[in-house]
């Protein structure tokens, strides 16, 4: 078993600089049978989306036959507490019992449970006191995130579930949430559907994120759930951001921005930004809609 | 035939599988020619999986005006009714015949080699 310390800086959300580091980490154990010690005493602060990751990479880690430790010594208090308080430290089987504070828990799902997922999302993301929105706007914001959870479900084919864990910014008035896979990624179900290995990247995030595209017609009609996702963000000045292998998606009120990175990872991340403040959104009309359906 | 959307999924719309108990009893009474109206009186929250195989499978088999004639959905609060009509625009263009379908696969494949 290979024995490696890896070295936790501190790991914001606000560049793709701040995922790359991320990724760098899931690089130096993406091997069998590691032996993994977990080592803070360079992390000042871990935000949401390195919560969910290194929740991740410690059930990969897991998976592949290795160990993972956490060098529980070198956290510095706020971290350690904070971690405590959002139940990363407790879920994984270290000491610590999750409290209600201010974060929003850490989750680890296997498989999609629709009550346990929606719950969370409505009551412990959305449904702290800290987002003013009427329960309209909650339940139309759960449905379009439910969007992140199908897809990573049906297509991330992650062997060990997906990872989540979420934030709010009480003073630029924002609530994220980051959802993690560790399966294949989204440009290489986008290639073997093409049949075309050539497809870089950022075309087939974009080729994701058309309307009516799927990998997995069955003859059935799809591929609504990203489409309505970003037209939510784009018009409620969020901001959802999509990493999966070398692609990199950013949509915001501008637009949509596709690209390729010089990092990889082989699953898919997201990370998406909401203003908590009802003024933002543009809700559809309450007016009865007469007109026929089909 | 009337159904509550409430009583045989509960408040949330979301899962394929949910979809697809909805679709497995309208389906055969729509097929028959008779009318089926579905109400979502207490139905809060809405994705495309559960529209996609509930209401947007119809399509593939039953014709645009048959079904405006035969089923009827009600009590749809306007956010779930604006995903459903963006699953019914994307079902139709998709079923709109079995060669427009295959022709729109070929087209999403040439797109994947051409990007």
New interface residues.
Partial sequence: MKKISLSIPKINDYTTDDFDVLFNLWNQVNNDNMDVTYEFSQCNFLRHNAVAFLGGLTRLIQARGGTVRFALGSIPIKVKDNLEQNGFISTLGFEGTPRTGNSIPYREDLHQDETVLVDYLKTKWLGRGWVHVSDRLRDKIVGRVWEIYANAFEHGKSPIGIFSCGQHYPRRHELKLTVVDFGVGIPSNVRIYARNQNISADKALQWAFKRGTTTKPNGTSRGMGLDLLKEFVKLNKGKLEVFSHEGYAIIDSEGERFMNRGTFFEGTLVNITFICDESYYHMASERVDEEPLF | MKLSVYELVGE?C???E?GQKIYDLIYPELQAGRTVELDFDKA??????FF??SI??L??DIK??D??RL?K?INL???G????????E??????SDENTRKA??DV??E???D?
């Fill in positions: 949330n979301l899962t394929m949910d809060k929250i809405f994705a495309s999986p996609n195989f947007g499978r399509l593939k645009p005006e079904l405006n089923f959905v609060v306007p956010v009714r604006e995903v459903l009509k963006r699953v019914i994307n079902s139709k263009q998709y079923y729109l696969d999403l494949l797109q994947g080699e990007l």
